[in-house]
């Protein structure tokens, strides 16, 4: 069970929050402390957008341990229209409307229980915008 | 009851999950298939779904209509009986995930299937007091029921959010706002169960229909209205039958209620119940329109709403996502997936 | 790299489910066949590597438990662990220890103990060879990343998945004669094809079995030419940014590009110059990337040479000539210590029924962190 390890990181998680460096004007996801393009420690909070499109996907049939309820699921790299690709999974959608180039955006869901008794993971995923 | 200060909702938002299982199907597996299918469906939450998640988007979607700055909210405040956490606020989620915090007041709100709009009444006191210039109320619930339990037929998974602010800014503007209360033990959930216990046809006269006339009989009063001054009213609704039937009895023409009872289409969402046929209702109201919203809570108690629509509606709905969208986005699920989505499997 | 580091004793445990075996026995039985090996050669110091073993919670700090249980007495002693890439790593850092004087022999082992975590909680760990927040964490482990690979490969070279079959069926092929190896059997294209799918299209046969197992090196300061003996005649370690979307988005592994063609240059070798290959292929998918990456084909092309029979023990590059870790068996920290051992095997001439005839120099290759970090030696 690990606390403040998820704690850490729920503005990512929960807001896509990562780091905008003030020197180079990279955009890097996660948050980092210090640039990893040009090491400057000038950075500041950017929020993506969570709009972005399926770089690449598959569906996973054997997961890693506190996975297997979800199984089979879609695991993606997703590239945000800010330019990081992510990994994520996709949710909401069926093999045959996942395809590569499709937008999808971003949504809260439980990554990751630890067990009955232990923190819940909120977490990004990505799903296809709604049809109107 | 109504605050000082004019105070109205401005933006809402609701959320269905995808999967919805016929309640044909549950009959099939605890009767032997008496009922005939494509009657009504039940929203079943995924598997990377609950009652926080569903808060959220409908967060997410009441803060994209509203369209403010989400750290002018000065509460988040999300009412439900199927808590993720015993203990530890879903709340402090869901604001965590609009940007709200920390400058916030957040709180889980507990009262059976009406607690989002005692949130909303407290909400109202909060911006008609001028306490605070928005707030935020919501209900939401992945309803629970006892496997083969006459609910099973009936419980969805779904929420609303709304937030209030002040009046000029608002789609609909609060008129008045009531509560009746009393102590009726009719449906309640003990500490540590997994299911909900309820008293069959108690729950009827002396719970539900004896409460929800009582508040807006009372509203009525208050406002001086009658059944014929709403152009909608939208009952909580544990089944199909009980709001129009409600409704007949206060006097509210059928196809002004039955457009907003949703039961039939994603169940008994408990908390999300009355707020999601208000969301319904506000997609489809009109300027001058006048709203009529009576929650219920077992245990028990009814909050009933007067709500007149504004010019804004027009333009302000435009930026969220109508019902309708989630009520089409649809795939069905047989028992044995619900059971399993629902964790109704043992593992171990 | 100034002076020639020798290789003066090997030694290697079968490659299986030893269930018998704890991880501190592995290492003592590698450790003790390599100096049995290495004649009267004392090493002063011993260098351990090892990727899960604490994360498994199995024994931490190796090194002195290695020592202690092999009763080497005073000695030197740490533990390496760089994921799949933790044996080359060793290699490197005892090497460096030798060449700078400050020991005469050191002893390099490397063990993993998979067999004693269920597959689900072995997975698990072996994610956190990954970025294990942005990746383990969303439910991404070295099997989804390498069908995710696989995915893209076959979309960018217009591939069928059916092809990758030829990497398998070449590293089963050559394990079918190492009686250490874990699957020593030929692998039919039938079976291939009717493998289970674990993240589409990446199969049960596109990745390599985990298996317990250990190996060791014993080295010292090369003591001239002596031609029986086996030095390594050049080495690299190379590290670049981490993250499973670079080698999936690129179709190419910068790390082990640059890590082979360094250490090929510190030996003075070209490519063309040696008799045998083994690099990484925990999955198909790794395994093509990185045959292009050294240089032994094109971007795209690595499955038709595999196809064509280029890298069987009768083929211009001979490749994984013990079976790789395809066939005989992923022991992550274990992995870049069996390529040294098998390799010095092959320039012994004693390799057995896989012996490649006249072998003389040979390049392996091990990668961590799915081709974030290179070790790449070079031996004659």
Redesign the interface.
């Known amino acids: 069970m690990h606390f403040a390890r998820s704690w850490r990181q729920q503005s990512s998680n929960l807001r896509l929050v990562g780091s905008r460096c003030t020197s180079c004007g990279a955009i890097l996801f996660p948050e980092r402390i210090r640039c990893s393009g040009c090491g400057s420690t000038e950075l500041e909070d950017h929020r993506l957008s969570g709009r972005g499109t399926i770089f690449t996907v598959t569906t996973v049939f054997e997961a890693p341990r506190g996975f297997e309820s979800q199984v089979p699921y879609f695991a993606a790299l997703v590239e945000l229209e800010e330019g990081p690709i992510i990994c994520a999974m996709l949710t909401d959608v069926d093999r045959e409307d996942v395809s590569v180039g499709k937008k999808v955006t971003m949504v809260t869901r439980r990554i990751l229980a630890h067990g009955d008794d232990g923190p819940i993971i909120y977490a990004y995923k990505f799903t296809p915008e709604l049809a109107g | 009851m109504k605050p000082t200060r004019a105070v109205g909702v401005i933006g809402y938002g609701g959320y269905i999950p995808r999967y919805r299982i016929d309640a044909a199907e549950v009959d099939r597996v605890w009767r032997g298939s008496g009922k005939k299918e494509g009657q009504s469906f039940k929203a079943v939450p995924g598997p990377d779904e609950d009652t926080t998640t569903i808060a959220i988007q409908a967060a997410r979607n009441a803060m994209d209509m509203a369209s403010i700055d989400p750290n002018e909210l000065r509460a988040v405040w999300f009412g439900t009986e199927s808590k993720p956490y015993a203990v530890k606020p879903t709340s402090t989620i869901v604001a965590d995930a609009i940007g709200a915090l920390p400058h916030a007041n957040a709180a889980d709100w507990e009262f059976a299937c009406k607690p989002g709009t005692e949130a909303m009444q407290a909400a109202i006191g909060m911006v008609g007091s001028d306490m605070a210039r928005y707030a935020m109320c919501g209900g939401a619930d992945t309803a629970q029921a006892k496997p083969g339990d006459v609910l099973e037929y009936t419980t969805g998974a779904g929420g609303a959010a709304f937030i209030l602010g002040p009046g000029q800014e608002s789609v609909a503007v609060l008129q008045a706002s009531t509560s009746y209360v009393t102590n009726t033990t009719d449906f309640f959930r003990r500490e540590g169960q997994e299911y909900p216990n309820h008293g069959q046809r108690f729950t009827g006269e002396p719970a539900y229909f004896h409460h929800i006339r009582s508040s807006v009989m009372t509203l009525m009063e208050e406002i001086g209205a009658g059944p014929g001054d709403f152009t909608f009213a939208v009952f909580h609704q544990p089944n199909s039958q009980f709001p129009l039937r409600v409704a007949a009895e206060l006097g509210f023409a059928r196809n002004r209620v039955e457009p907003f009872v949703l039961t039939n289409l994603v169940g008994n969402t408990y908390s999300g119940a009355a707020m999601l046929g208000f969301a319904k209702a506000l997609d489809v109201a009109s300027p001058g329109d006048r709203i009529l919203l009576a929650s219920y809570g077992s245990g028990a108690g009814s909050d009933a709403f007067s709500y007149e629509v504004t010019d804004k509606i027009v333009e302000v709905r435009k930026r969220g996502v109508p019902i309708e969208r989630y009520l089409k986005r649809t795939k069905s699920v047989d028992y044995a997936m619900y059971a399993r989505y629902r964790g109704k499997l043992r593992r171990n | 790299m100034g002076d020639r580091i020798e290789i003066v004793g090997i030694g290697r445990t079968c490659a299986k489910e030893r269930w018998t075996r704890g991880l501190v026995d592995l290492t003592v039985e590698a450790a003790g066949a390599a100096l049995d090996d290495g004649g009267d050669v004392s090493p002063s110091a011993v260098i351990v590597s090892n990727a899960l073993g604490g994360a498994l919670g199995d024994q931490q700090n190796l090194g002195t438990f290695t020592a202690s249980s092999i009763g080497l007495g005073k000695v030197e002693a740490h533990s390496v662990s760089c994921d799949e890439a933790s044996g080359g790593g060793a290699l490197r850092l005892a090497s460096a220890l030798v060449g700078a004087g400050m020991h005469e022999a050191v002893l390099v082992v490397g063990a993993e103990k998979t067999s004693d975590a ?4 072995l ?2 760990v072996r ?1 956190n060879g990954l ?1 294990a ?9 070295p ?2 990343a390498s ?2 690979g696989m ?2 490969y076959g ?1 960018e070279h217009g591939i069928d998945r059916s092809l990758f079959y030829h990497l398998a069926s070449t590293a089963h092929l050559h394990g079918a004669k190492n009686p250490f190896a874990f699957l020593p059997w030929e692998l039919s294209f039938d079976q291939y094809i009717r493998s ?7 199969t049960v046969c596109d990745l390599a079995p985990n298996c317990d197992g250990g190996a060791a090196v014993l080295i010292r300061k090369g003591s001239g030419k002596s031609s029986s003996s086996v030095h390594i005649l050049g080495s690299a370690s190379v590290s670049v ?1 981490t993250g ?2 670079e080698p ?2 690129s179709l190419s592994l910068p790390a082990a590009a640059q890590c082979a063609m360094l250490a090929l240059r510190d030996a003075g070798l070209s490519i063309e110059d040696l008799s045998l290959l083994d690099l990484h292929d925990s999955s198909s998918f790794i395994a093509a990337l990185s045959i292009e990456a050294v240089g032994l084909a094109k971007r795209g092309e690595a499955l038709l040479l595999a196809r064509d029979g280029h890298f069987r023990f009768d083929g211009p590059a001979p490749l994984w000539t013990f079976g790789g870790l395809k066939a005989r068996g992923n022991a992550p920290g274990a992995d870049g210590l069996y390529q040294v051992v098998e390799a010095t095997l092959q320039l012994r001439g004693d390799a057995g029924k896989g012996q490649i005839d006249g072998a003389d120099r040979a390049l392996v290759q091990c990668l961590g962190s799915f081709g974030a970090t290179a070790v790449t030696h070079v031996l004659g």
């Open positions: 269920l597959p689900d909680e997975e698990t994610a970025d927040t942005r990746e383990a964490g969303f439910g991404f482990g099997a989804v069908g995710l995915q893209r979309a289970p799918i674990v993240a589409d299209p990446l940014p499973i979307s999936i988005t």
